[in-house]
DNA sequence: ACCTAAATGGGGTGGCACCCCGTTTCCGTC
DNA sequence: GACGGAAACGGGGTGCCACCCCATTTAGGT
């Protein structure tokens, strides 16, 4: 990341300085946390940070873009996994936790799915959908998931459930209720936990 | 509604003027709207607005009661159903369909659940349990919904569904998704539709 | 008609996003 | 090492907001 794009030192330098700033922000307050006490905290004006960031979402995207990599990492180790149905669930469970407990990324991803306004979408989103793409197309091409179901489908399920609670254990109940679906069936509960 | 306790002639006046310009303004800008705009449509100084609303959650609360009576109301039409699983499932699909559609909905009823301040809760929230907590237990009764599925759950998930999109037949899908689960069965498709 | 408690709203305070534009800083060139 | 122009900066302005204070008005019982 960091864009190695001709930059001048010192506004890479401030660049550096207002994610950091954001990522300790948005820790405390959200992905509504205060542009301008950010700018603050990282001792540069608040133009320079609109400078660099002309929208809000801009900045959450720096802010976020490693532990978006992160969870994209997840999913391909999880791709060895013997049950390609179970590893995608594990997947989306990880993603709805993870965006749970990081305050503001849930609504992040959410802002870029929201307005069309880039044509390219978000990067993070992108990403997300390759790597669980991957993953889905696994379980399906095993036979173990319903072949109508969309990634795009799954992880907004899964943002949503971040959106909608900041406890990890919450999430990961959902998460599991949403794959396993709410039916008894003949033969027993399928992969109840 | 419209809380008949002792109150002069000219506060009930002002009361109703409030929430029907919030709810004109909450449909145009959602959750987030401004709070002094709404006063200035209704012809009351900011002040009157925060007396009779002390947090904007209450106003929401308000502007949406009698949204989450239908709701309530639907739900025990559809008790009735001869299938008390797919009554439930329409049920929430009606929930998640109606927060995404309705501006704001959605958000009011999470603030609810975020906020363990209010000792009873939304009185919004507990009528949606209650309601839903019916059709749940007859499903459940019946031995075609799974036993260890809680009904604050469901809602929770709809909840989710409704704040992470606006368009109806999104949210409906996900919640046709998530009641079904993601897994292909030996007999088929349950309810695929 | 009067009187008191209830209700009101103009205006103040502090905070925010976003932008303008005079000033400073960098860095390639000589 | 000095210089000059382009790049970057940031103080301060604008307009909007939530929320509160308190002098004034008003309802409605007697």
Redesign the interface.
């Known amino acids: 990341m960091a864009d190695t794009r001709s930059r001048r030192a010192d506004a890479q330098r401030n660049y550096e300085s207002i994610v950091a700033a954001a990522e300790a922000e948005v820790a405390r307050s959200g992905a509504d946390a205060s542009l301008e006490k950010i700018a603050r905290d990282a001792g540069v004006g608040s133009a320079t940070l609109h400078r660099h960031f002309p929208t809000r979402q801009a900045l959450l995207e720096a802010v976020f873009h490693d532990q978006v990599e992160g969870l994209c990492a997840q999913a391909h180790e999880l791709a060895g996994n013997a049950d390609p149905?179970t590893a995608?669930?594990d997947w989306l469970r990880a993603v709805a936790v993870h965006g749970a407990i990081t305050r503001g990324l849930a609504a992040s991803l959410?802002a870029s799915?929201?307005a069309p306004t880039t044509p390219a979408t978000s990067s993070c989103e992108v990403m997300l959908v390759d790597a669980g793409g991957a993953l889905l197309r696994l379980?399906q091409d095993a036979?173990?998931?319903?072949?109508?179901?969309a990634i795009i489908?799954?992880l907004?399920?899964a943002?949503?459930?971040s959106?909608?609670?900041?406890d990890a254990g919450?999430a990961a109940?959902?998460i599991a209720?949403?794959?396993?679906?709410?039916?008894?069936?003949a033969n027993g509960?399928?992969a109840?936990r």
Chains 1, 2 share one sequence.
Do not use: C
């Not at 959106?163 to 900041?166: D, H």
């Open positions: 149905a995608l669930a959410l799915g929201r379980a036979g173990t998931v319903r072949p109508e179901v489908d799954l907004t399920l943002n949503a459930v959106l909608a609670t900041e919450v109940r959902l209720l949403a794959t396993e679906g709410i039916h008894l069936h509960v399928p109840a």
